[in-house]
């Protein structure tokens, strides 16, 4: 096997020192222009790949950041990644990419694996599991080794860092009241998330809509532990309520929600209409078309780069700057499949 091309390599070829080669492939303003052409030629026609491991040992920085996800089977998760990729592309950083699964022991393997110094910071949402548990030991190690973390949308109040959510409550709560607005009585709440803390803020808003309209007590709530279970209990809860309007939590579950309904004899938005979270190509297509609460994932994915990278570049500094929760704002995207 032939060995790595190194910056002795260039060097001897070009006859110049391999500092002179280092500087020139970090753009030093000490070496001359013509050299640097020179030195990239060669090193691009030797297809010489820079040894990131050496380079962070002598500057104590990888370059490097560690992203943990629940899952990317949702638009909202896929979405946000590809922000943070734009966001690190631009500001040469690499991105590592870990899924817990919705599993809290996933979740404490990623941590370990990233906490061995092979990124700068961590962004991270919590698993389902993680935060229906409410066990946050391993996330701790976060501040015992001073290497900074951003959660986003699924967070903890217990864990001091970074934080980028969405107002949750007060979309769901404005969802609701819009519904009644427009001629809804019986609306109903359904979430496959419910041991969440975007599950959590989001029934807590439509049940404030709820006292705000002095229904308090006729809440429709259908918490849905599992997709195996979606069709029985939604059925099950459509012939015995009158039910005609529901906020589903999520993207999946409010796709699943239009076909059932409809399955079952009910038009749409005629007689229930449907609003879920989380915009993308799909949604557009269903049919009906499907309103849906956008997160601005785009927004939220570039908000926690930008948070880590101002945090890793501030770790030196003599006062560290407090740690902020930024709210961002949710648009409603009117479609067919609501009053």
Known sequence: MRNQVTLKDIAAILGVSASTVSKSLNDSHEISQETKNNVLRVARSLNYVPNDIARSLKSSATKRIGVILPTIESDFFAKIIRAIEDEATKRNYKILISLSNDTIEKEKEAVSILLNGSVDGIIISLSQETQDSQEYSHLKNFSERRLPVVMFDRVCHEIECDKITIDDFEATREATLHLYEKGCKNICFLSTISQTSV?????????????????????????????????????????????????????????????????????????????????????????????????????????????????????????????????????????????
């Open 199 to 339: 599950g959590q803020l989001r029934k807590e808003g439509y049940i404030r809509a709820l006292e705000e309209l002095n229904k308090e007590s006729e809440n429709l709530i259908i918490e849905i532990p599992n997709y195996d279970q979606f069709n029985p209990i939604l059925k099950k809860y459509l012939k015995e309520h009158n039910i005609d309007a529901i906020i589903t939590s999520d993207q999946l579950s409010a796709i699943c929600t239009l076909k059932i309904v409809q399955e079952n004899g009910f038009n749409i938005p005629n007689d229930i209409s449907v609003i879920g979270f989380t915009d993308g190509t799909i949604p557009k297509y269903t049919i009906p078309s499907l309103s849906i609460i956008n997160q601005n994932e785009g927004q939220m994915g570039k908000q926690a780069f930008d948070t880590l990278i101002s945090r890793i570049e501030n770790m030196n500094a003599e006062v560290p700057k407090e740690f902020t929760h930024e709210i961002l704002k949710t648009d409603f995207i009117k479609r067919q499949s609501s009053l």
